[in-house]
Nanobody
Framework: QVQLVESGGGLVQAGGSLRLSCAASGGTFSKYNMGWFRQAPGKEREFAAT???????????DYADSVKDRFTIWRGNAGNTVYLQMNSLKPEDTAVYYC????????????????WGQGTQVTVSS
């Protein structure tokens, strides 16, 4: 049974940092595209960042414009874990952050993902 389990959310002041982790189990995810989406209160879930497999141990990162240059995504644990380092956090980054995985090219489209975690809350105070 495939499971994606997120951790690392919490409360932080504006300008601070948090690191999210997502561990995948129940399969081998090294060739999967894994990424992060987020859903702010009262808004639809949106793409944040993704890593797509490019062969061997190479993963290509991609970011939403709203997080580019502040967030960094990378893979570990032989590709079965995805991390999101979030720096210079803003109140508008407050959201539930979801880890997602799909077998295929990188994508920022929610419905193209096959597996989802339960989400972890990130709250940024002003």
């Amino acid at each position: 049974q495939v499971q994606l389990v997120e951790s690392g959310g919490g409360l932080v002041q504006a300008g601070g940092s948090l690191r999210l982790s997502c561990a995948a189990s129940g399969g081998t995810f090294s060739k999967y595209n894994m990424g992060w989406f987020r859903q702010a209160p009262g808004k639809e879930r949106e793409f944040a960042a993704t890593t797509s497999w490019r062969g061997g141990n190479t993963y290509y990162p991609d970011y939403a414009d709203s997080v580019k240059d502040r967030f960094t995504i990378w893979r570990g644990n032989a590709g079965n874990t995805v991390y999101l380092q979030m720096n210079s956090l803003k109140p508008e980054d407050t959201a539930v952050y979801y880890c997602a995985a799909r077998y295929g090219p990188g994508s920022s489209v929610e419905y193209e993902y096959d597996y989802w975690g339960q989400g972890t809350q990130v709250t940024v105070s002003s």
